[in-house]
């Protein structure tokens, strides 16, 4: 599991910011990652499209999702991909870097997932699991492997996670000290699905 976190906390962090710097004509000036692309409307730069520009934002649309930066605003990141649901089944389209992530819901409240097929568990921040209301009154219960060495961590049970509109209950998951963008999607959600990929769309089909 070391190994796995680590690596699904790094590309979690690697997920590239954007930021609309400036305008001319029909084209937006759009910095992704540091940067700058002059885009046009309906071109399409690093899995990104520009929309529509005016001379206060630029909208974009990424993985299918549009998004509005503002001109001049602070760089963020986007979700970039997304998630539909029918009868027990996710499909998830990628998103920038060719991450999985999704909108969906910890214990009935939103969080953003980003999928992370090496994790064994659900994995997120103590500030995040803060925000959701999980008891960490108690003392880590144990540790693992980051970037920057071991560190200690709560092991919790989440009453349910949900992708999309497909939710399952008592779903294991550790909670890290580290600030992380994102909650990251492990197998102990994942194991309750049939997985399937095609190129930029993974399918998961809850498990009867």
């Not at 979690?12 to 710097?21: L, T």
């Not at 979700?79 to 999704?102: C, E, P, R």
Request: proline share 5%.
């Amino acid at each position: 599991m070391s190994a796995s976190l680590a690596c699904g906390l790094a590309l979690a962090q690697s997920a590239p910011a954007m930021s609309y710097s400036g305008r001319m004509g029909e084209k937006a000036l759009i910095v992704i990652a540091g940067e700058p692309r002059m885009v046009g409307v309906g071109q399409r730069v690093n899995g990104v499209r520009l929309v529509a520009v005016s001379g206060d934002s630029a909208r974009i649309e990424v993985g299918g999702q549009a998004f509005n930066l503002p001109l001049g605003g602070t760089p963020q990141r986007v979700g970039g991909a997304s998630a539909a649901s029918d009868n027990g089944t996710i499909v998830l389209t990628a998103g920038l870097g060719g991450h999985f992530m999704s909108q969906g819901a910890i214990n009935g409240r939103p969080v953003q997932f980003m999928v992370d097929t090496g994790a064994t568990s659900v994995a997120m921040s103590q500030a995040e699991a803060q925000r959701l209301g999980i008891d960490l009154s108690q003392p880590p219960s144990g540790t693992a492997g980051t970037a920057n060495g071991a560190v200690p961590v709560w092991r919790v049970v989440l009453t349910s996670v949900r992708v999309g509109e497909v939710a399952v209950s008592q779903v294991e998951a550790i909670v890290l000290p580290a600030a992380m963008p994102y909650v990251l999607l492990g197998n102990s959600f994942l194991s309750r699905f049939q997985m399937r990929r095609d190129n930029d769309v993974m399918r998961l089909e809850l498990r009867r």
